[in-house]
Structure formats: C-alpha cells, structure tokens
C-alpha cells in the first residue's frame, strides 16, 4: 500500500499513517491485477456513520473504472454495516474525484478552508455527504 500511496498521491499518507488504519474502527477495500495491488480504499466507522478516509489507485490504472469499481464495494460495506450516512473530504482541485463522488451520489455540504497542504501553501478540501 505504501509504494502505491507514493506513486498515486502528490502528498501521500506515510508508511506509519497506513499501518495504524488496520484497526477495530476501520475497513478497507482493494482491487489486484494478479499479484499487484491496482487500488484499495480506507474508511472508519462510528455508530450509523462512515468517512471515506483514502481512495487510491495506481496511476498505470486511473481512468478505467476502478475508482468507481471501490466506492461500490465501499457502499456493499456500508450496507453490510448498516452505515446510513457516510461522508468524506477532498481536494478542491481534484475536480475528477468530486465528479465521481457526485456522480454517485454525494453532495456537498461544506468546506475546510486551507486544510490540505499543498506545493504553493494549502487547499480548501470539500466535505461531501450521501445517504444510504
């Protein structure tokens, strides 16, 4: 997961962020070309709720489906768990992964002002809801 967080993201999760996800709270999805891992999603769960942590996906694969092919199996299991709201944040520059995400359902529903890092300072991020 790590190499592929380095390759997919401008400013990626560290190795120790990665690791800490695999606990009780958390979930995650991942899709594999053989051997290789193409993408993988990282979300957490409190009572009725779900936040879309990390969506990524290898760059040799971006653009063929399988970001939309993850948010399915994201939303399977959020069903699974009876999870009826689910929320996530995202880059405001990253115009494709809000077209997904709106295209799928979620709507907008407020901003972070200034809150990723970014190469010229920092960036709203885009806080986005659905209902199950």
């Not at 190499?3 to 990626?12: C, D, F, I, M, T």
């Not at 594999?32 to 040799?60: K, R």
């Amino acid at each position: 997961m790590a190499a592929l967080e380095q390759a997919a993201h401008a400013h990626p999760w560290s190795r120790a962020l990665l690791a800490d996800v695999f606990g009780e709270r958390y979930f995650t999805g991942a899709l594999w070309h053989g051997q290789q891992l193409q993408g993988y999603f990282i979300a957490d769960s409190v009572l009725d709720e779900s936040t879309l942590m990390n969506i990524c996906v290898s760059p040799a694969w971006q653009g063929r489906g399988l970001g939309r092919r993850l948010l399915e199996h994201y939303f399977t299991q959020c069903r699974a768990r009876a999870l009826g709201w689910l929320w996530l944040e995202v880059r405001a520059s990253n115009l494709a992964a809000i077209h997904l995400y709106a295209s799928s359902g979620y709507q907008e529903s407020g901003r972070r002002r200034n809150y990723y890092p970014s190469d010229v300072g920092h960036e709203d991020a885009v806080i986005m809801q659905k209902r199950l």
